[in-house]
């Protein structure tokens, strides 16, 4: 069973920033394409941001040059750095990951494991 666990979320004004922090599976973890999704109640789920094995990453158009996905394989962990925060990106956010065996996952990939998310909220 592998496990996600996210951190970061909170309330913050309309300019701010946030950090969310994402600990992933601790076996292979360098294996691991990860991503950063988000939902609003009735809303589909939305892929923000992807980051494959090797460091490279695709962000949503809607965050792209606000929003930074990185990853610390040493740390099984990734991060989505969130800046100039809009009232809306208030959503929950998840992290996700598949197993790739290292190699980049297309866009559009199914992720397999999921954390329970991880609530963003930004006022007006």
């Known amino acids: 069973q592998v496990q996600l666990v996210e951190s970061g979320g909170g309330s913050v004004q309309a300019g701010g920033s946030l950090r969310l922090s994402c600990v992933g599976p601790?076996?292979?973890?360098?294996?691991?394409?990860m991503a950063w999704f988000r939902q609003t109640p009735g809303q589909e789920r939305e892929a923000v941001a992807e980051?494959?094995?090797?460091?490279?990453?695709n962000i949503a158009d809607s965050v792209k040059g606000r929003f930074t996905v990185s990853r610390d394989n040493a740390k099984n962990s990734i991060f989505l750095q969130m800046n100039s925060l809009k009232p809306e990106d208030t959503a929950k956010y998840f992290c996700a990951a598949l197993f790739s065996g290292g190699e980049r996952c297309p866009p559009g990939s199914i992720y397999i494991y999921w954390g329970q998310g991880t609530q963003v909220t930004v006022a007006s």
């Open positions: 980051i494959n094995p090797d460091g490279s990453a």
């Open positions: 601790t076996f292979t973890y360098s294996g691991y394409c």
